[in-house]
């Protein structure tokens, strides 16, 4: 094994836990929070149901976005959507032998990767263009929509910068991966190119769990959104009102008894 | 950041304000544009010097606040955010996963109406959204303001007086917002955050101190309440010769009705309050007001305070044991019915002494429309017929609740009855109705007069569109179903040059046109 796949295979595997470890410790503190009252943003469903049809149109276009602007939202879901046809299509990497459902996708779609870097930079346009969306922009948000160029631009000239140079070929992309999946790392394919997308996508996996990019679990757990709204139906039972209501019975007395008393004031 | 002369405290720091004496009311167009942020810029803050006057000592201590500014504040302050992000799940995740994808930057009445960038709500929630990061999260720690991570210092302090006094908690962001980012949740929470360590908002904090000494939000004692019901009894009957009554603390009286008490005397809220009284006169149900529970406003819920919602529900609760009603109905109040509806039942129920073949509690509306759609009181429109009506969605009862059995009830059944009392009814423009419906800029705890001018700006969407079905309909009358949209309209209409018989309740048409008198 070269010094090269050893770093590699261990940033492969230091990236991933920290993604995997610090997706969950997030969303297992996004579910395990209390709600402490129901606050469904109306009109909202009456059903369990209903909330899923809600969080479907959430999820699959963006429906809210779409309502509150269109142009955001057509860069938005574009990214998306791209993002979910270039995933997809990295699942040849993973799968052996690739199932002909993924080999036709890989045959035919030639676009999604460039929609999803074009959709990138016009929501980097829009960032810098609109006053608004400029005034509201942190450093952070710049370097994780170049974070994604990056990796979108990388992935587009490994795709289709024909250069074998610069480039592996599939096999041995796939070789290397399934080592790492496996626990058997083979060696890592010691082209430029390749090495600077897949260093970028683990820092995107380290990054993640810390970053924004956790609205990807978080708009699962937003009250206002995943509440059914039955609050005279089904009475809702906060967890910690018992300890407040305790607590709120013993001082609630006493500031209005001391203000009564002039020697007080 | 720059230190504050050393002749000023903290507490003055923050408090301080000034009045504009420029202000311009903004010009009637008819439509609503949204300001570029460049003006914004170079008016930095424009509305960062307006503040609400700071609760007093004494009045912090009656509502069990520290009575000033606390001498270790700024990790006071952290410690309470943290014990609200263990206890808050909206706030936990809200203050995570924003992307400031921007569609909520011209959503807010208070960013159209006063051009100052901070009062976008995503801008907004980022005066809080910084210190979480700041304190709380490994990207704020490491990368530090490139995150957007700050610590809460003086100047932040004094932003977020400022600022989470300037939102209304409309919810009308949350609605275009990709993933329902309620900055209603934040702003409660900052708001609880500065009470904690002894800053408080006077207007708010007074009012609360007066509902669990008195009973209500407008001070008014029992004796004045009871004067205030008869005397009202002796004007309807002069006026229409019938002798409806209000009754006050009737044990075992069908219904208690527990309505704001704006209703008891301020005008136009008053009218509404006689509308009601006809309803139950005419339809024969005999029912009450409390003098426990002569408020259906609940100001806990602007200050974020569980303890304080929790305490100001109670009075219901033991008014509901003292009188026994079967019903429990809700009068014209927009955060009222929010608190009632949504949170009512979790605060003081389950209500199992009611009759539980009605809801509880039950909208005055729901409860009127009811008899209407039966037949059991009958409306004449033509009593109406000096009225172009249109019909504001107050926030809260839009976004925040419901009417009947579907979604959206609280848009249709509203207009309904509305419908069934005039004969001229037209819709603003739909882009502010329903859950579009903007706020009247006095929600919130902002309904008093030092911060008049963001009480106006913050009204400008609405009064764009009023002036719009004004124009093109010959509108007249702006039917309301809440007693801060009654006094925030009457105090601003003016303002835009309209005149401020405009504004008027839902239930003071159905009292013009209820036919009185025996039934068929």
């Known amino acids: 094994m070269s010094g090269l796949t050893l770093i590699f295979g261990l940033f492969f595997y230091v990236s991933i836990a920290i993604f995997l470890v610090g997706f969950m410790a997030k969303v297992w503190k996004y579910g395990s929070t209390p709600a402490p009252l129901k606050i469904p943003q109306t009109p909202a469903p009456v059903s369990a149901p209903g909330v899923g049809v809600r969080y479907l149109q959430e999820v699959f276009v963006f429906k809210s976005l779409f309502r509150g602007n269109k142009v955001l939202w057509l860069g938005g879901y574009l990214f998306h959507l791209g993002l979910l046809f270039v995933l997809l299509k990295h699942l040849r990497f993973f799968i052996a032998p690739t199932s002909s459902i993924l080999s036709t996708l890989v045959k035919f779609d030639v676009y999604s990767g460039f929609i999803l870097v074009a959709a990138l930079i016009f929501l980097l346009i829009l960032r810098l263009a609109i006053d608004r969306h400029f005034y509201i922009s942190l450093a952070s948000d710049y370097a994780l929509l170049l974070l994604l160029i990056g990796i979108g631009g990388t992935g587009l000239l490994s795709r289709f910068w024909e250069n074998g140079h610069v480039r592996p070929s599939v096999p041995e992309v796939k070789n290397f991966v399934a080592g790492l999946v496996t626990f058997h790392p083979a060696s890592v394919p010691e082209h430029k190119l390749f090495l600077i997308h897949f260093s970028l996508v683990m820092l995107l996996l380290i990054y993640f769990p810390f970053s924004k990019l956790m609205h990807a679990g978080g708009v699962f757990y937003s009250p206002t959104r995943n509440q059914i709204d039955n609050p005279r139906e089904k009475r809702w039972v906060n967890p910690w009102a018992k300890q407040v209501t305790a607590a709120a019975a013993a001082p609630a007395a006493a500031p209005v008894a001391a203000a009564e008393e002039p020697s007080e004031g | 950041m720059a230190e504050p002369p050393a002749e000023k405290t903290a507490v003055e720091t923050v408090a301080e304000s000034v009045i504009n004496k420029n202000f311009k009311v903004p ?467 003016p303002k835009y040059g309209i005149p401020m018989t405009v504004a008027g309740g839902v239930h003071q048409l159905v009292g013009r046109a209820i036919e009185l008198g025996a039934k068929e």
């Open chain 2, 27 to 493: 010009e009637l167009i008819g439509e609503i544009n949204v300001p570029r942020v460049e003006d914004g810029y170079r008016r930095k803050g424009v509305t960062s010097a307006i503040k609400p006057h700071m609760a007093k000592p004494a009045v912090q201590a009656k509502v069990g606040f520290p009575e000033t500014l606390v001498d270790n504040w700024e990790e006071a302050a952290v410690k309470r955010l943290g014990e609200l992000l263990e206890k808050y799940k909206s706030l936990q995740v809200y203050l995570d996963i924003c992307v400031r994808c921007g569609s909520c930057t011209d959503k807010c009445q208070f960013f159209i109406g006063s051009n100052d960038p901070n009062n976008m709500p995503v801008a907004r929630a980022e005066l809080l959204r910084r210190v979480y990061k700041k304190y709380f999260t490994t990207e704020g720690k490491i990368f530090g303001k490139l995150a957007g991570a700050h610590r809460l210092d003086l100047n932040l302090l004094s932003d977020w007086y400022a600022y989470f006094h300037q939102c209304s908690q409309c919810r009308r962001c949350s609605v275009f917002c990709p993933y329902g980012i309620d900055t209603a949740e934040i702003s409660m929470a900052a708001r609880e955050i500065m009470d904690s360590i002894g800053i408080g908002q006077k207007y708010v904090n007074e009012i609360l101190g007066k509902v669990h000494e008195i009973g209500n939000n407008l001070g008014m004692n029992p004796k004045a309440l009871a004067a205030t019901l008869e005397s009202t009894e002796e004007d309807i009957e002069e006026e229409d010769g019938v002798p409806v009554k209000l009754p006050l603390d009737q044990e075992g009286a069908d219904v208690l009705l527990v309505t704001p008490s704006a209703d008891f005397f301020a005008s136009p809220h008053i009218e509404s309050l006689i509308g009601y009284a006809k309803v139950f006169h005419q339809a024969g149900i005999s029912w009450t007001l409390s003098t426990a529970a002569s408020e259906a406003g609940n100001f806990g819920m602007f200050i974020g305070s569980y303890t304080q919602l929790e305490k100001v529900a109670a009075r219901v609760r033991n008014a509901i044991g003292e009188l026994k009603p079967k019903r429990l109905v809700v009068g014209e109040c927009g955060h009222a019915w929010r608190v009632a509806y949504s949170f009512w039942n979790t605060l003081i129920g389950p209500f199992d002494t009611l009759d539980p073949r009605y809801p509880a509690p039950q909208h005055i509306v729901e409860f009127t429309l009811d008899l209407v759609r039966r037949g059991a009181i009958k409306l004449d429109k033509s009593a109406n017929d000096e009225f172009t009506v249109t019909f504001h969605d107050s926030c809260n009862v839009a976004r925040g609740s419901r009417m009947g059995d579907r979604p959206g009830g609280q848009f249709t059944m509203p207009r309904e009855l509305i419908k069934a009392s005039c004969n001229k009814y037209v819709d603003m423009d739909p882009s502010t109705t329903m859950e579009k419906t903007f706020c009247c800029g006095g929600g919130g705890g902002l309904l008093t007069d030092e911060i008049l001018e963001i009480r106006v700006a913050g009204a400008m969407p609405r009064m764009q569109a009023l002036h719009a079905v004004m124009e093109s309909d010959g509108v007249n009358f702006m039917a309301l179903i809440c007693a801060i949209c009654k006094a925030q309209f009457t105090k601003v209409l």
